[in-house]
C-alpha cells in the first residue's frame, strides 16, 4: 500500500481476519483457521480503516491508532477466540486464493462464514473491551 500499487481485490465494505489457516482437511476449505495477533497489522491497520475495510478479525489488544481510526471510519474490530482453530474451520464454507499463492497459508484469501463467533473488542465509538477488563 505504501506505493499505492492497485490491489486484487476492492476493501470497500469488506472485514479482514488476520488468521493462521491449515490445509483442507475433512472435505472443508482448512482443517483449522484461527485468529493471529492484530496488535502486528496495527502499523497498516489505520490506512485499511481509510481504504473502506469495515472490521477486521483477530485476537489481543490493538494500539491506540488503531481505535482512531475505528471511530474515524464507523469501523469495528472483532475478536475471534484463540484455541478454537478446528472449530472455526467448520464455520468456514468457501475458501478462493486472490493473491500471492505462492505465499501457502500467507495467501489473501476470501473466505465466506457461517455462524463465525466473534465479539466486539472495539466499537465505532472506540470502546475497547480490553479497557474495561484492565489489560
Known amino acids: 500500500?505504501?506505493?499505492?500499487?492497485?490491489l486484487p481485490y476492492g476493501l470497500e465494505g469488506q472485514a479482514i481476519f488476520y488468521a493462521g489457516p491449515t490445509p483442507p482437511a475433512a472435505g472443508r476449505p482448512f482443517g483449522a483457521i484461527g485468529?493471529?495477533?492484530?496488535?502486528?497489522?496495527?502499523?497498516?491497520a489505520p490506512r485499511l480503516y481509510d481504504a473502506g475495510v469495515a472490521a477486521?478479525?483477530?485476537k489481543g489488544v490493538r494500539a491506540q491508532q488503531v481505535?482512531?481510526?475505528?471511530?474515524?471510519?464507523?469501523?469495528?474490530y472483532f475478536i475471534a477466540v484463540g484455541g478454537a482453530a478446528a472449530y472455526l474451520a467448520k464455520c468456514v464454507e468457501?475458501?478462493?486464493?486472490?493473491a500471492y499463492d505462492d505465499l501457502g497459508t500467507e495467501a489473501l484469501r476470501r473466505v465466506e462464514v457461517k455462524d463465525f463467533p466473534v465479539f466486539v473488542g472495539i466499537d465505532t465509538c472506540g470502546n475497547d473491551v480490553y479497557d474495561r477488563a484492565g489489560a
Do not use: H, Q, W, Y
Not at 67 to 76: F, L, Q
Not at 94 to 98: G, I, P, Y
Open 1 to 6: 500500500m505504501p506505493n499505492r500499487e492497485k
Open 35 to 44: 485468529p493471529t495477533t492484530a496488535g502486528r497489522m496495527d502499523f497498516a
Open 56 to 58: 477486521t478479525i483477530g
Open 67 to 76: 481505535k482512531d481510526a475505528c471511530v474515524r471510519n464507523g469501523a469495528v
Open 94 to 98: 468457501s475458501s478462493k486464493t486472490l
